[in-house]
């Protein structure tokens, strides 16, 4: 698409567009050789990759226009593939705005390659997570709740050890959302973090909640109460 | 993190009760800090009375508490109360027949495996 090329040349940022460029390459058939000499001013250098597929476009572009180059972009897509876990969106998003022949998905806008880049790492995100919650069953842990929990340690010796203790802090993040477990083991607070979506954790129990006012409970490293931190 | 000053408990039955780093083994110009399983060379601030060692003696400990996070290989992060150490010879054997609190169980790679072994609670 000449806008998404009329970008990446404006955006300074070579990284992410650069990235960007190699794997919306597909969508970016429709160019003509003019799109190439786009490129070529702004000293951009496209990786290898797409290098030689701008070359075989060269040689197969014909001057008729748009009808033509979608014919060869379809075949093209076809052996082009990437190897990422969101092959499906991806595949969706090229096909949606290479050809207009082809029926549209959901579209996902593609003016800017920083923006889309985060929405598909959004997406990506919700995928995992929403496949470990179908394998698993992770009750809702908040900050008071005194869990219970068996984890195993895939090291040598495949124990599974039960931890008991308080939450007291947790942190979402998608895939990597962590939560701080405190404990006492043998005379000694001790606070660990573990992510909730650890294969390791094998069972997750909650025995109370206790009502707190905050979301951290760090106050509570001050306090060696009798009862179970 | 332990650096040279820094107050440590003792955590086997030695006599020894509170030491103070002096160094750090390995450390580069004395700038590196000390994490668990790492080995240091201590001088003895507190002991229990009538037992083979006793105060201002120089020994080398290794640490098995801090008080600074401790990230485990499977993404699990493990954060102590206080900074503990246990008192070993040259050779890396426990100078203590009895170990108390809970030991990380990076130790064992560490080839600390007599102290492990001896530990009440493995992490």
């Known amino acids: 698409m000449q806008s998404l090329l009329r970008n990446v040349c404006r955006a300074g940022n070579r990284g992410a567009a650069a990235r960007l460029l190699e794997f919306a390459a597909p969508v970016a058939t429709q160019p003509p050789s003019s799109a ?8 951009f250098t496209p990786p290898t990759g797409l290098d030689q597929f701008l070359c075989v476009q060269n040689r197969f572009i014909s001057r008729d226009g748009v009808p033509a180059s979608s014919g060869f972009c379809a075949k093209v897509l076809m052996t082009r593939g990437l190897s990422t876990v969101g092959t499906a969106e991806v595949a969706e998003d090229e096909d949606d705005s290479s050809s207009p022949a082809v029926e549209h998905p ?15 790492m959004n997406i990506l995100n919700k995928e995992a997570v929403e496949k470990v919650r179908t394998e698993r069953e992770i009750p809702d842990v908040q900050p008071g709740c005194i869990i219970q929990m068996r984890l195993q340690v895939p090291e040598n010796k495949r124990r599974e050890s039960t931890l008991k203790g308080i939450v007291i802090a947790r942190r979402n993040a998608g895939i990597n959302t962590t939560f701080r477990l405190r404990r006492l083991v043998a005379g000694v607070g001790v606070e660990s973090v573990f992510p909730l979506y650890s294969p390791n954790i094998k069972e ?23 009862l179970k931190k | 993190m332990i650096q040279p000053q820094t107050l440590l408990n003792v955590v086997d039955n030695s006599g020894a009760q509170k030491l103070m780093c002096i160094r750090v083994i390995g450390a580069a110009g004395n700038q590196r800090y000390a994490r668990i399983g790492d080995v240091i060379v201590a001088v003895i601030k507190d002991a229990l009375p009538q037992m083979p060692l006793e105060r201002s003696k120089v020994i080398r400990a290794v640490i098995v508490h801090t008080c600074k996070e401790f990230k485990c290989e499977d ?19 426990p100078k203590g027949t009895r170990v108390f609190g809970a030991i990380a169980e990076e130790l064992r790679e560490l080839n600390f495996t007599k102290i492990v072994s001896l530990a009440p609670e493995v992490l």
């Not at chain 1, 206790?210 to 760090?218: G, M, N, S």
């Not at chain 2, 993404?75 to 054997?93: S, T």
């Open chain 2, 75 to 93: 993404g699990i992060i493990i954060r102590y109360d206080d900074n503990a150490a246990v008192i070993i010879d040259q050779k890396g054997n």
């Open chain 1, 106 to 120: 959901p579209r996902i806008k593609f003016k800017r390659p920083d923006k889309t880049a985060r929405h598909i």
């Open chain 1, 36 to 43: 190439i000499k786009h490129l070529r001013p702004c000293g």
């Open chain 1, 204 to 226: 997750m129990k909650i025995l109370d909640r206790k009502k707190v006012r905050r979301a951290k409970l760090y106050y509570l490293r001050d306090r060696m109460n009798a």
